[in-house]
């Protein structure tokens, strides 16, 4: 999920917000200031309760930032990149690069955020105590004690064993451990997310429908969430399944066409696009250096009568967010970092030269290729059964 927000980076992290994080903050704000401390707790002015409620909002969002965080600093200790942390409606995501090569290093990474919220728990509870014992406002010792409670349970939903909850991938690192086979083992784990999701929207529209129960619709909306979730990581653990052992310089288009960031919109159409057979460009200034990935679908967004002085520099998706990748990386790690802006391509560098992209028809050939017995070498050459070569290089 693409940050609408940056918000920096924390221990070598990058941290961003996405719009719909304000879902959490409105949800909060007004579950907790307007509705539920009013009545518990009456008798406070009703700015109050929201003030109050908006100190829960913000602290909880920190609360997710830190489980999150744990993912991404013991991912990297176990040698897994981490594209960055993005907080949205539902939680936060921590986007790794990569697949981890072990039981250990998958249980490891998938356990230490649920140990996180606990934590966080247990010193937002200790906070409630110190509250209570130094006497202090009631509307005031409600916000730890309640951050307290939220944490805990945020850990334990967390570790139920479904993917894509922690749990999933404890269970997922269990069964690979015992049957030594990790695509099963995250077959298996999506399968059980699935049944999560499809369990909890059923439980929320009967909440909806015949208890009157408004969080039915919340439970709904996690629920189909964890079942898309469940089902994209099944496919994707297949996917892999299909593309073992083949690299990136193994369905990479070398050499593309690349233009220049500064270059008009209008010019570009005229000069480029009409003339090239392509739909996506890296952008490369004077010096080689990425400028961005610009897309046919990105320059419908420029008005007619802009394209004269908007560059394609100003509308191409940036360089942070294109996934970059390396000949030699294996391709089933560089497909969880596909999609975003760059419509599921990513550049490949070599010594820190463009050296090809690959598109999702890059990648569908191979799997087609792959269906048919064709592209098995095993032996690190491309289709042609020649070695990778970067340009410039070539003999």
């Known amino acids: 999920m693409t940050p609408t927000l940056r918000l920096g980076t924390i221990a070598g992290v990058r941290v961003g917000m996405h719009w719909s994080v304000l879902g959490i903050l409105i949800v909060l704000v007004v579950g907790l200031g307007y509705a539920s401390w009013p009545r518990v707790l009456p008798g406070y002015p009703a700015y109050a309760y929201a003030v109050a409620a908006l100190v829960a909002a913000v602290l909880f969002l920190a609360s997710l930032l830190a489980h999150e965080l744990a993912h991404a600093v013991v991912a990297r200790r176990n040698g897994i990149g981490v594209e960055g942390i993005t907080l949205w409606l539902l939680g936060g995501v ?3 690069r990569g697949e981890t090569r072990s039981p250990g290093a998958d249980l490891r990474i998938a356990g230490v955020g649920p140990l996180m919220s606990v934590l966080v728990g247990a010193g937002f509870g200790l906070v409630a105590w110190l509250c209570a014992t130094v006497d202090a406002p009631s509307l005031v010792s ?3 004690a309640y951050l307290a409670v939220i944490n805990g349970v945020l850990a334990a939903f967390n570790l139920i064993p479904a993917a894509p909850l922690d749990g999933g991938r404890i269970l997922r ?10 695509t099963r083992a995250a077959v298996w784990s999506a399968r059980a997310g699935r049944g999560l999701g499809l ?7 009967w909440r909806l429908l015949f208890d009157g129960a408004g969080n039915g619709l919340w439970w709904i909306l996690i629920g189909l969430f964890i079942a898309s979730m469940a089902g994209a990581e099944e496919r994707q653990a297949e996917l892999g399944s299909a593309l073992a052992g083949v690299r990136v310089r193994d369905v990479m288009t070398p050499g593309p066409d690349t233009a220049d960031g500064d270059a008009t919109v209008s010019a570009f159409l005229h ?6 057979r392509h739909s996506a460009f890296p952008l490369l200034d004077e010096h080689g250096r990425l400028q961005g990935l610009i897309t046919l679908n990105r320059l419908k967004s420029v008005p007619a009568e802009w394209r004269d002085t908007t560059r394609l520099a ?5 360089p942070v967010d294109v996934p970059l990748a390396e000949p030699d990386e294996p391709l089933s790690d560089l497909l969880q970092r596909l999609g975003g802006c760059t419509d ?4 490949v560098f070599s010594d820190g030269e463009l050296a090809g992209i690959v598109s999702p028809s890059d990648i569908s050939r191979m799997v087609t290729l ?3 017995g064709a592209g098995r070498q095993g032996t690190g050459a491309d289709l042609t059964g020649e070695p990778y070569v970067p340009p410039g290089r070539r003999m």
Request: proline letters at 5%; glycine letters at 10%.
């Open 94 to 96: 921590a986007r790794l």
């Open 142 to 144: 409600i916000v730890p």
């Open 173 to 182: 690192a269990a069964l690979w451990a015992w049957r030594g086979d990790r």
């Open 199 to 205: 369990a909890l929207v059923f439980l929320g529209a």
């Open 271 to 276: 000069d480029v696009a009409l003339v090239r």
């Open 314 to 318: 100003d509308v191409a998706c940036p």
């Open 344 to 347: 599921g391509r990513a550049l």
């Open 370 to 372: 792959r269906g048919i």
